[in-house]
């Protein structure tokens, strides 16, 4: 079955970067898009970014919009999420998400993912 395993997340001061890694298994990478959706304490779940399979295609929530950046390597089956200048708004747990189905305005529905990986903290000292 599909597996999605994110790492790089942990604690970092305000303005500083850290990248997320979402490695996957279990199915044909380069036919997949793939997202970041994060998840704060009391809040609900919210798109940060996806990628569509080439890679031609990349959403971004407007909040993280200038600050992260999404990547895959079809090679490495692994999607990236660079982010920079973090804030300590963007504390939160992060997930990566898979899906078969091309991306256009449906990127930020959760709904479209079909496959969700555990997810990592990330944690913003101010």
């Known amino acids: 079955q599909v597996q999605l395993v994110e790492s790089g997340g942990g604690l970092v001061q305000t303005g500083g970067s850290l990248r997320l890694s979402c490695v996957a298994s279990?199915?044909?990478?380069?036919?997949?898009?793939m997202g970041w959706f994060r998840q704060a304490p009391g809040k609900e779940r919210e798109f940060v970014a996806a990628?569509?399979?080439?890679?031609?295609?990349?959403r971004y929530a407007t909040s993280v919009k200038g600050r992260f950046t999404i990547s895959g390597d079809n090679v490495k089956n692994t999607v990236y999420l660079q982010m920079n200048s973090l804030k300590a708004e963007d504390t939160a747990v992060y997930s990566c998400?898979?899906?078969?189905?091309?991306?256009?305005?449906?990127?930020?529905?959760?709904?479209?993912?079909?496959?969700w990986g555990q997810g990592t903290q990330v944690t913003v000292s101010s």
């Open positions: 990628i569509n399979w080439n890679g031609a295609i990349k």
């Open positions: 998400a898979a899906t078969s189905v091309g991306l256009g305005s449906n990127a930020e529905r959760s709904t479209v993912y079909g496959s």
């Open positions: 279990g199915l044909t990478f380069s036919t997949y898009s």
